[in-house]
């Protein structure tokens, strides 16, 4: 295998799940970000609980986020991605935020902003999404976002707005 060209980047990915023993799916793919090539798996917040997006007739998900190294394209990286949450069992529906054996959403890359029909990031919800913020400052609890928005900020707003009670540490 020929090595990439491409200089190393940090990248932060949100991990859910809340089918087939979420725990174990959520802990199975963190070991599974670590084996992807020319990437390293650099820290993963704890796991979180919350309530689901969806219907309300599915159990609660199982969230973390992790931190990588990468010298993959983002594209390449959303590829490997896609063959874990394959791997793991993961069935795609047209009906959006139904339950699923694991999703895994490249958060960030780096400081870019993508958008393309295969990829957009910053993740579109990221910012709204308490079960990805919350994961996400505990492992950088400095970070800002490309649009030089402060993650600390955004939690406040969020948390000011929202019962944090739907949410916790396990």
């Known amino acids: 295998m020929l090595r990439s060209t491409n200089p190393e980047v940090t990248v932060y990915v949100g991990l859910g799940s809340n089918l087939e023993n979420p725990i174990q799916q959520v802990q199975t793919a963190l070991l599974a970000l ?9 820290s993963h917040s704890s796991l979180y609980q919350s309530k689901p997006m969806g219907p309300a007739d599915q159990g609660d998900y199982i969230n973390s986020v ?50 393309t029909p295969r990829l957009t990031v910053p993740h579109y919800g990221m910012k709204e999404r308490l079960f990805v ?14 649009d030089n928005s402060q993650l600390s900020n955004l939690v406040n707003n969020l948390t000011a707005n929202q019962s944090s009670q739907e949410i916790h540490k396990l």
């Open 34 to 42: 670590d084996k992807i090539p020319e990437t390293k798996l650099m």
């Open 133 to 146: 913020l919350l994961p996400l400052i505990e492992i950088a609890p400095t970070l800002r976002l490309p």
């Open 66 to 115: 992790a931190e990588l190294s990468t010298s993959l394209s983002s594209l390449a990286l959303l590829d490997e991605l896609q063959d874990i949450e394959n791997a793991q069992g993961r069935v795609r529906k047209s009906e959006q935020w139904s339950a699923r054996t694991l999703d895994l959403d490249l958060l960030l890359y780096a400081n870019q902003v993508i958008s």
